[in-house]
Antibody
């Protein structure tokens, strides 16, 4: 069974960099596409970006200038870096799998990130 | 970006009755090259991540009960629960994947 587990600091200061890791089991990150999706306190879901099985990345146009997604095949992990965070970046961050540039069929439980001084 | 708008924001339906949730996109999600609509539906229960229900607007994900169905084409789509069960209480989201990825704001479904 595919499992995704997000991890990282729960509190980040404004203007600093948010860094999260998604550890994947039951599937190789060298197959499928792996996305980060966040959910604001008001429940709106926002796609951040993905890395494909070949290492190709695609990002949301609104976050593109601040986001980097990378993969570590030796650890079967996908990472997210979001720079210059503000309170608007507070939310629940999910890692999710897709079979292409399409829908998301497996999700992690999410990790809560609060941006505050 | 394509904007997805769901209606209603919340809905209360009696057990055993039909629930209908609508989703409208600001641009057509129908791809003329393959005649597929690039739309998915998710269910999110309290404290859980979203769960995929429907993709290609009407294809049911494996393991999803057949009381869930999706319909529509172009810019207007519907998720229907034919006979509401207590375990269907959740927030439902639509998602387009025709151009990047955007979600609707969610519809909260409760028991009347």
């Amino acid at each position: 069974q595919v499992q995704l587990q997000e991890s990282g600091p729960g509190l980040v200061k404004p203007s600093e960099t948010l860094s999260l890791i998604c550890t994947v089991s039951g599937a190789s990150i060298s197959t499928y596409y792996w996305s980060w999706v966040r959910q604001s306190p008001g429940q709106r879901l926002e796609w951040i970006g993905y890395i494909s099985y070949s290492g190709f990345t695609k990002y949301s146009s609104s976050l593109k200038s601040r986001v980097t997604i990378s993969g570590d095949t030796s650890k079967n992990q996908v990472s997210l870096r979001l720079t210059s965070v503000t309170a608007a970046d507070t939310g629940l961050y999910y890692c999710a799998r897709s079979r292409g540039d399409t829908w998301f069929d497996f999700w992690g439980q999410g990790t809560l990130v609060t941006v505050s001084s | 970006d394509i904007v997805m708008t769901q209606s209603p924001d919340s809905l209360a339906v009696s057990l055993g009755e039909r629930a209908t949730i609508n989703c409208k996109s600001s641009q057509s999600l129908l791809n003329s090259s393959n005649n597929k609509n690039y739309l998915a539906w998710y269910q999110q229960k309290l404290g859980q991540p979203p769960r995929l229900l429907i993709y290609w607007a009407s294809a049911r994900e494996s393991g999803v009960p057949d009381r869930f169905s999706g319909s529509g084409s172009g810019t207007d789509f519907t998720l229907t629960i034919s006979s509401l069960q207590a375990e269907d209480v959740a927030v439902y989201f639509c998602q387009q994947y025709e151009t990047s990825h955007t979600f609707g704001q969610g519809t909260k479904l409760e028991i009347k």
